[in-house]
Protein backbone atom coordinates (compact mmCIF):
# COMPACT_ATOMS: atom_id res chain seq x y z
CA UNK A 1 0.00 0.00 0.00
CA UNK A 2 1.21 3.64 -1.27
CA UNK A 3 2.02 5.93 1.84
CA UNK A 4 -0.20 7.98 2.87
CA UNK A 5 -0.37 11.78 1.80
CA UNK A 6 -1.29 14.52 3.78
CA UNK A 7 -1.14 18.24 2.95
CA UNK A 8 -2.83 21.84 3.90
CA UNK A 9 -4.37 24.47 2.40
CA UNK A 10 -3.98 28.28 2.69
CA UNK A 11 -5.75 31.48 1.37
CA UNK A 12 -4.05 34.53 0.35
CA UNK A 13 -4.19 37.24 3.29
CA UNK A 14 -5.83 40.79 2.24
CA UNK A 15 -3.53 42.11 5.25
CA UNK A 16 -0.13 42.42 6.81
CA UNK A 17 -1.47 40.97 9.92
CA UNK A 18 -3.02 38.05 8.02
CA UNK A 19 -0.05 37.47 6.22
CA UNK A 20 2.12 37.49 9.94
CA UNK A 21 -0.70 35.01 11.19
CA UNK A 22 -0.39 32.58 8.19
CA UNK A 23 3.49 32.72 8.65
CA UNK A 24 3.13 31.41 11.82
CA UNK A 25 0.67 28.88 10.61
CA UNK A 26 2.80 27.63 8.10
CA UNK A 27 5.85 27.29 10.21
CA UNK A 28 3.72 25.29 13.11
CA UNK A 29 2.22 22.81 10.59
CA UNK A 30 5.32 22.43 8.59
CA UNK A 31 7.01 20.52 11.42
CA UNK A 32 4.47 17.76 10.61
CA UNK A 33 6.18 17.45 7.30
CA UNK A 34 3.77 17.52 4.94
CA UNK A 35 3.68 16.81 0.89
CA UNK A 36 2.62 19.84 -0.01
CA UNK A 37 0.94 23.47 0.96
CA UNK A 38 -1.56 24.31 -1.69
CA UNK A 39 -2.76 27.90 -2.13
CA UNK A 40 -5.75 29.61 -3.54
CA UNK A 41 -5.95 31.88 -6.16
CA UNK A 42 -9.35 33.54 -6.89
CA UNK A 43 -11.27 33.32 -10.04
CA UNK A 44 -9.98 35.46 -13.02
CA UNK A 45 -6.84 35.92 -10.73
CA UNK A 46 -8.42 38.31 -8.27
CA UNK A 47 -5.71 37.40 -5.95
CA UNK A 48 -3.13 36.29 -8.27
CA UNK A 49 -0.14 38.77 -6.86
CA UNK A 50 -0.91 37.39 -3.46
CA UNK A 51 -1.08 33.70 -3.94
CA UNK A 52 2.45 34.36 -5.91
CA UNK A 53 3.74 35.96 -3.14
CA UNK A 54 2.97 33.01 -0.49
CA UNK A 55 4.16 30.40 -2.96
CA UNK A 56 7.37 31.97 -3.10
CA UNK A 57 8.04 32.04 0.66
CA UNK A 58 6.65 28.48 0.62
CA UNK A 59 9.10 27.30 -1.90
CA UNK A 60 12.37 29.44 0.03
CA UNK A 61 11.29 27.83 3.03
CA UNK A 62 12.07 24.72 1.44
CA UNK A 63 8.71 23.50 0.85
CA UNK A 64 6.50 22.24 -1.54
CA UNK A 65 3.94 24.32 -2.54
CA UNK A 66 0.78 23.90 -5.14
CA UNK A 67 -0.56 26.64 -6.29
CA UNK A 68 -4.60 26.50 -7.58
CA UNK A 69 -4.58 27.65 -10.78
CA UNK A 70 -8.45 29.34 -11.40
CA UNK A 71 -8.95 29.28 -15.61
CA UNK A 72 -12.81 31.05 -15.73
CA UNK A 73 -12.30 34.99 -16.62
CA UNK A 74 -8.78 34.02 -18.49
CA UNK A 75 -6.79 33.84 -21.22
CA UNK A 76 -4.32 30.99 -22.74
CA UNK A 77 -1.84 33.83 -22.76
CA UNK A 78 -1.82 34.78 -19.31
CA UNK A 79 -2.02 30.96 -18.37
CA UNK A 80 0.81 30.40 -20.18
CA UNK A 81 2.56 33.12 -18.31
CA UNK A 82 1.53 32.01 -15.10
CA UNK A 83 2.58 28.44 -16.08
CA UNK A 84 5.98 29.70 -17.38
CA UNK A 85 6.55 31.81 -14.07
CA UNK A 86 5.77 28.53 -11.55
CA UNK A 87 8.19 26.73 -13.59
CA UNK A 88 10.51 29.07 -13.13
CA UNK A 89 10.02 28.94 -9.45
CA UNK A 90 10.51 25.76 -9.30
CA UNK A 91 7.10 24.49 -8.84
CA UNK A 92 6.45 20.89 -9.82
CA UNK A 93 2.69 20.39 -8.38
CA UNK A 94 -0.96 22.72 -9.86
CA UNK A 95 -4.12 22.72 -8.36
CA UNK A 96 -6.22 22.97 -11.26
CA UNK A 97 -9.89 24.71 -11.33
CA UNK A 98 -12.77 26.25 -13.55
CA UNK A 99 -13.70 28.70 -10.84
CA UNK A 100 -16.41 30.81 -10.88
CA UNK A 101 -16.82 33.96 -12.78
CA UNK A 102 -16.09 37.07 -10.30
CA UNK A 103 -19.46 39.48 -10.07
CA UNK A 104 -18.94 41.91 -12.42
CA UNK A 105 -17.06 40.27 -14.92
CA UNK A 106 -18.56 39.61 -18.33
CA UNK A 107 -16.35 37.40 -19.79
CA UNK A 108 -15.90 33.50 -19.11
CA UNK A 109 -12.84 33.45 -20.63
CA UNK A 110 -11.10 31.33 -23.24
CA UNK A 111 -11.64 28.34 -21.06
CA UNK A 112 -14.88 26.83 -20.02
CA UNK A 113 -14.01 23.72 -18.25
CA UNK A 114 -11.67 22.58 -15.96
CA UNK A 115 -10.44 19.90 -17.97
CA UNK A 116 -9.79 22.45 -20.68
CA UNK A 117 -7.45 23.92 -18.08
CA UNK A 118 -6.41 20.40 -17.87
CA UNK A 119 -5.58 19.92 -21.15
CA UNK A 120 -3.89 23.08 -21.76
CA UNK A 121 -1.45 22.75 -19.01
CA UNK A 122 -0.54 18.83 -20.65
CA UNK A 123 -0.37 20.58 -23.53
CA UNK A 124 2.09 23.37 -23.06
CA UNK A 125 4.08 22.16 -20.05
CA UNK A 126 3.93 18.12 -21.08
CA UNK A 127 4.43 15.98 -17.37
CA UNK A 128 6.27 18.94 -16.10
CA UNK A 129 3.26 19.48 -13.49
CA UNK A 130 1.57 17.14 -11.18
CA UNK A 131 -1.73 18.11 -11.70
CA UNK A 132 -4.70 17.77 -8.92
CA UNK A 133 -8.14 18.26 -9.45
CA UNK A 134 -11.65 18.38 -7.67
CA UNK A 135 -13.69 16.64 -7.11
CA UNK A 136 -17.25 16.38 -5.14
CA UNK A 137 -18.39 13.31 -3.40
CA UNK A 138 -21.92 14.83 -2.99
CA UNK A 139 -21.67 16.51 -6.34
CA UNK A 140 -21.12 19.98 -8.07
CA UNK A 141 -24.05 22.30 -7.01
CA UNK A 142 -23.98 22.88 -10.57
CA UNK A 143 -24.09 19.27 -12.38
CA UNK A 144 -27.49 18.57 -13.84
CA UNK A 145 -27.22 15.20 -12.56
CA UNK A 146 -24.86 12.53 -10.81
CA UNK A 147 -23.97 10.91 -13.67
CA UNK A 148 -23.29 14.16 -15.79
CA UNK A 149 -20.81 15.07 -12.39
CA UNK A 150 -19.28 12.31 -12.75
CA UNK A 151 -18.50 12.15 -16.33
CA UNK A 152 -17.34 15.81 -16.12
CA UNK A 153 -14.78 14.13 -13.70
CA UNK A 154 -14.15 11.51 -15.95
CA UNK A 155 -13.04 14.33 -18.74
CA UNK A 156 -11.02 16.47 -15.78
CA UNK A 157 -8.65 12.78 -15.33
CA UNK A 158 -8.74 11.64 -19.16
CA UNK A 159 -7.51 14.91 -19.99
CA UNK A 160 -4.07 14.39 -17.87
CA UNK A 161 -5.25 15.03 -14.16
CA UNK A 162 -2.96 12.77 -11.86
CA UNK A 163 -4.97 12.81 -9.08
CA UNK A 164 -8.03 14.64 -7.31
CA UNK A 165 -9.05 16.58 -3.34
CA UNK A 166 -12.42 16.35 -3.04
CA UNK A 167 -15.04 19.10 -1.29
CA UNK A 168 -14.88 18.88 2.20
CA UNK A 169 -17.96 16.50 3.44
CA UNK A 170 -19.12 14.90 6.86
CA UNK A 171 -20.52 11.75 5.18
CA UNK A 172 -17.75 9.32 4.74
CA UNK A 173 -20.38 7.09 2.85
CA UNK A 174 -20.31 9.92 0.22
CA UNK A 175 -16.73 9.79 -0.52
CA UNK A 176 -16.49 5.65 -0.49
CA UNK A 177 -19.53 5.75 -2.80
CA UNK A 178 -18.13 8.09 -4.84
CA UNK A 179 -14.37 6.64 -5.45
CA UNK A 180 -16.57 3.13 -6.01
CA UNK A 181 -18.22 4.35 -8.77
CA UNK A 182 -15.18 6.38 -10.78
CA UNK A 183 -13.88 3.07 -9.97
CA UNK A 184 -16.32 1.43 -12.39
CA UNK A 185 -15.04 4.11 -14.97
CA UNK A 186 -12.05 3.16 -15.41
CA UNK A 187 -10.34 5.98 -13.20
CA UNK A 188 -7.41 4.29 -10.58
CA UNK A 189 -6.05 7.93 -9.77
CA UNK A 190 -5.43 8.57 -5.92
CA UNK A 191 -8.96 10.82 -4.59
CA UNK A 192 -7.79 12.46 -1.63
CA UNK A 193 -10.57 13.93 0.79
CA UNK A 194 -10.87 17.47 1.49
CA UNK A 195 -11.01 17.90 5.15
CA UNK A 196 -12.95 21.15 6.85
CA UNK A 197 -11.95 21.09 10.75
CA UNK A 198 -14.87 23.11 12.16
CA UNK A 199 -14.66 26.73 13.90
CA UNK A 200 -17.95 28.07 13.85
CA UNK A 201 -21.17 26.36 12.98
CA UNK A 202 -22.17 30.19 11.12
CA UNK A 203 -19.22 30.25 9.19
CA UNK A 204 -19.47 26.63 8.34
CA UNK A 205 -23.08 26.82 7.21
CA UNK A 206 -22.10 30.17 5.29
CA UNK A 207 -19.31 27.80 3.28
CA UNK A 208 -21.63 24.92 3.17
CA UNK A 209 -24.52 26.38 1.40
CA UNK A 210 -22.62 28.37 -1.01
CA UNK A 211 -20.35 25.37 -1.82
CA UNK A 212 -23.57 22.20 -2.16
CA UNK A 213 -21.17 20.75 0.68
CA UNK A 214 -24.03 18.96 3.18
CA UNK A 215 -24.07 19.18 6.55
CA UNK A 216 -25.82 16.41 8.54
CA UNK A 217 -28.86 17.30 10.19
CA UNK A 218 -27.29 15.43 13.26
CA UNK A 219 -24.69 17.89 13.22
CA UNK A 220 -26.48 21.03 12.34
CA UNK A 221 -28.98 20.72 15.05
CA UNK A 222 -26.07 19.85 17.93
CA UNK A 223 -24.29 22.83 16.70
CA UNK A 224 -26.87 25.19 16.66
CA UNK A 225 -27.81 23.99 20.40
CA UNK A 226 -24.63 24.93 21.34
CA UNK A 227 -25.62 28.79 20.38
CA UNK A 228 -23.13 30.95 20.83
CA UNK A 229 -21.14 28.54 23.13
CA UNK A 230 -18.00 28.49 19.97
CA UNK A 231 -15.66 26.32 22.69
CA UNK A 232 -18.57 24.08 22.48
CA UNK A 233 -18.90 23.89 18.75
CA UNK A 234 -15.13 23.59 18.21
CA UNK A 235 -15.13 20.68 20.66
CA UNK A 236 -17.93 18.62 19.14
CA UNK A 237 -16.23 19.38 15.43
CA UNK A 238 -12.73 17.80 16.68
CA UNK A 239 -14.73 15.02 17.86
CA UNK A 240 -16.85 14.59 14.28
CA UNK A 241 -13.93 15.60 11.86
CA UNK A 242 -11.37 12.87 13.74
CA UNK A 243 -13.95 10.29 13.76
CA UNK A 244 -14.39 10.87 10.27
CA UNK A 245 -10.76 10.90 9.22
CA UNK A 246 -10.32 7.72 11.36
CA UNK A 247 -13.15 6.26 9.12
CA UNK A 248 -11.62 7.55 6.10
CA UNK A 249 -7.95 6.19 6.43
CA UNK A 250 -9.23 2.94 7.83
CA UNK A 251 -11.18 2.48 4.50
CA UNK A 252 -8.39 2.85 2.39
CA UNK A 253 -8.70 6.60 1.30
CA UNK A 254 -5.35 7.69 0.13
CA UNK A 255 -4.46 10.84 2.32
CA UNK A 256 -5.84 13.72 3.56
CA UNK A 257 -6.11 17.51 2.61
CA UNK A 258 -6.91 20.42 5.36
CA UNK A 259 -8.59 23.36 4.28
CA UNK A 260 -7.23 25.23 7.37
CA UNK A 261 -8.66 28.64 6.25
CA UNK A 262 -5.23 29.89 7.68
CA UNK A 263 -5.33 28.15 11.28
CA UNK A 264 -3.22 25.61 12.25
CA UNK A 265 -4.46 24.12 15.94
CA UNK A 266 -7.39 22.64 14.58
CA UNK A 267 -5.19 20.80 12.29
CA UNK A 268 -2.93 19.82 15.28
CA UNK A 269 -5.08 18.72 17.34
CA UNK A 270 -6.85 16.48 14.41
CA UNK A 271 -3.33 15.42 13.35
CA UNK A 272 -2.62 14.34 17.33
CA UNK A 273 -5.71 12.29 17.83
CA UNK A 274 -5.08 10.61 14.54
CA UNK A 275 -1.60 9.32 15.96
CA UNK A 276 -0.11 10.55 12.65
CA UNK A 277 3.39 11.16 12.75
CA UNK A 278 5.07 14.24 14.54
Sequence with gaps: MNKALFSFEFFPPQTPEGTEKLTATRKRLALLKPAFFSVTFGAGGSTQDRTFDIVRQIQDD????APHLSCVGSTRERIRAILNNYKEMGI???VALRGDLPSGMASIGEFQYANELVSFIRAE?????HIEVAAYPEFHPQAKSPRDDMLNFKRKMNAGADSAITQY???????FRFAEEIR?????APIV????????????????????????RWMRKTMEGFGDDVDSVQAFGLDVVTQLCEKLLAGGAPGLHFYTLNQAEPSIEIWKRLGLPR
Design 62 to 65: GHNA
Design 125 to 129: TGAHF
Design 193 to 216: PGIMPILRFSQLARFSDACGAEIP
Design 184 to 188: KLGIT
Design 169 to 175: FYNADAY
Design 92 to 94: SRI
